[in-house]
């Protein structure tokens, strides 16, 4: 008799086929069930691997017993004994790998791609792990499922808005908005966005616009199982769409049981203007600003005037041109002066009409550091984290100017506070990354930096390149040093970022032409210096020559320029004679005296202060 007869005449196929349906059944009856008695993530895990290991046992006993008319009989009981050890052991390592022995990569992780698997572990590269939470969600970007795509904005904004309201909710942990929408449009496994992100719920759902009718579809999905614990549809005209975002948003802390505190009991959405025409304005330059758009910012600034017009009480309007105003300069130095009178006057609106925001602040902090007003710029900032301590964005102003000041120790402990509110934000994992590198932990360094520029940091390459330069690599050093830098050199000659980075890692004659290119662009005598020209003076052995021209006045991007003063290059610049008269000339000197010395400085017997 052939095996495949004795498998069938022992009901063996029976036998797994029986297994087999009524382990299905049993497994999706856990997975509801599980989740209802508020059982551990893992206790579900373990009832899947029992049934899993039940399944060959049970064809080991098909084969070895047999029920008849005379009885139980056995066939074949030595080999099946054997084989019944075998696999028991099998078992027993298998427990003992998933409880003891399991690396810890292979988790959640082993699902997803390298690409993934890097960001999943930027949080734990940036501060110790800790357990999720079960008290935390992210907010995916919603679908637009209108038949005009260039309603995005809309589906965008109407994510945003929940997700602002429920990162309010002191006893609720959000995970901020970058991370959260780096999964747009993509088919992620949720548990591995869960993993990745530290929350134990998802909250995705769709929007659909049709003139002014409104639905929206929005779904809350347990992470850790995949169960999909609630789910609803809403439907309204454009005037209805902040009382539909607070439905959504109070099922939510329903569903959780999280305590409300305050105006939170009776209302978590507020209607920021009663005209429509004027909220859709504001969407539309809002992802215009969250893109960091740069060429778009003259078109999204008008919108956010015109919605003023329409509305001149809107407080967050008022609020966030302040700070789109605040940042323009970034993009277009022409615009420094009238930028810089737009955001006091636009802040100032905004405080007065709602004193809560904590948006204008953060605006004038980034303003006064533009300004080199370094005391004023913490004032406002300190008031801004006040007001809102998630806030993501006036935390990392805080932070990058805590770095770009000297006090680098807590710069580095703000940094992490960054990345365990907003995880992926490609910024903050450039300056933490850059932060390692300074002292020394370059393998967690080029985790964080190599997903700065996964995530698409159009300057990843100012960090990329001093990781390589502490370690020797000169040639992919000045790679990254022309890649980084070349978004920044938008008036000089094209090439340019690749001659003075061939300079800064070459021979004298490299060199000699890489100061030729700067020198050939000072002679054009711009308004605003280029920060990347003075910074790089200081690195092709001109410091003095450099402090002076940064003593001029304000430069394109102050961060480029200070940033350097700090990092194990920049010790021959920092304790040059010249430097704190530079420092006491741009307001540092001004700031240490009130906040203290910084890291890297300390007074002497004179009361001056000196760097080392």
Request: charge should be neutral; hydrophobic fraction near 45%; aromatic fraction near 8%.
């Amino acid at each position: 008799m052939s095996l495949f007869d004795e498998l069938k005449r022992r009901k063996v196929f029976k036998v797994g086929a029986a297994y087999l349906v009524v382990a299905w059944l049993s497994v999706q009856a856990a997975s509801i069930g599980f989740p209802a008695f508020d059982a551990p993530p893992w206790a579900l895990r373990i009832f899947i691997l029992v049934i899993f290991l039940g399944f060959p046992i049970s064809l080991v006993f098909a084969w070895a017993f047999e029920v008849t008319p005379d009885g139980l009989k056995t066939e074949g009981v030595r080999g099946s004994k054997r084989f019944l050890l075998i696999t028991a052991g099998l078992a027993a390592l298998a427990f003992a790998w998933y409880f003891k022995g399991q690396p810890a990569y292979l988790d959640a992780r082993q699902t997803q791609t390298v690409s993934e698997t890097v960001s999943a572990g930027v949080a734990a590269a940036a501060a110790p792990s800790a357990p999720i939470s079960k008290k935390s969600i992210a907010v995916l970007p919603f679908v637009n499922m209108s038949a005009d795509k260039d309603q995005e904005y809309f589906s965008d904004g109407i994510s945003e808005e929940i997700l602002n309201a429920l990162a309010q909710v002191k006893d609720l942990k959000v995970a901020g908005r970058t991370s959260s929408f780096q999964y747009k449009g993509k088919n992620n496994d949720l548990r591995a966005v869960g993993q990745a992100l530290g929350v134990a719920h998802i909250l995705e759902g769709s929007v659909r616009k049709q003139g002014d009718k409104v639905r929206i579809t929005a779904q809350l999905i347990q992470t850790d199982s995949g169960f999909h614990l609630w789910s609803e549809s809403y439907d309204g005209d454009l005037k209805d769409v902040f009382q539909l975002q607070e439905s959504i948003a109070r099922s939510i802390t329903d569903k959780l049981q999280v305590i409300l505190q305050g105006d939170q009991v009776q209302r978590l959405v507020e209607a920021p203007t009663k005209n429509t025409e004027a909220y859709t304005l504001y969407l539309q330059a809002t992802q215009v600003f969250n893109r960091r758009d740069g060429a778009r910012f003259p078109a999204a600034i008008a919108q956010l005037e015109q919605a003023l017009k329409l509305d001149a009480n809107f407080a967050r309007a008022h609020a966030r041109l302040a700070a789109m105003q605040s940042v323009a300069a970034n993009y277009d130095p022409g615009v420094r002066d009238s930028a810089a009178k737009a955001v006091e006057e636009h802040a100032r609106l905004a405080t007065k009409l709602d004193p809560r925001l904590a948006e204008p602040h953060a605006a004038l902090g980034a303003l006064y550091t533009r300004q080199r007003r370094y005391v004023e710029a913490f004032e406002s900032l300190d008031r801004a984290l006040e007001l809102d301590p998630n806030d993501v964005t006036a935390n990392f102003w805080h932070a990058t100017l805590l770095c770009t000041t000297g006090y680098l120790t807590k710069c580095d402990a703000e940094l992490d506070r960054v990345l365990e509110i907003d995880p992926m934000m490609p910024n903050a994992l450039s300056w933490r990354g850059r932060e390692l590198v300074r002292t020394g932990d370059l393998a967690k360094a080029e985790l964080l930096l190599r997903r700065s520029e996964d995530v698409g940091l159009a300057h990843a390459g100012l960090s990329l390149g001093v990781l390589a330069d502490a370690r020797g690599n000169q040639a992919e050093a000045e790679k990254y040093w022309a890649l980084g830098n070349r978004p920044f050199l938008n008036e000089f000659p094209a090439g340019s970022a690749e001659i003075i980075a061939h300079g800064l890692y070459s021979d004298a004659a490299a060199k000699a032409k890489a100061i030729e290119v700067i020198d050939q662009y000072l002679a054009t005598k711009p308004e605003t210096l280029s920060a990347v020209a003075i910074s790089a003076l200081m690195q092709l052995g001109q410091p003095q020559r450099a402090l002076a021209l940064a003593r001029r006045g304000i430069t394109s991007n102050e961060a480029i320029l200070l940033n350097p003063l700090w990092d194990n290059t920049g010790v021959g610049v920092r304790t040059s004679p010249e430097f704190i008269a530079f420092a006491r000339d741009i307001g540092l000197v001004r700031l240490w005296d009130k906040l203290g010395p910084p890291d890297l400085c300390a007074k002497n017997g004179k009361g001056d202060y000196v760097c080392h």
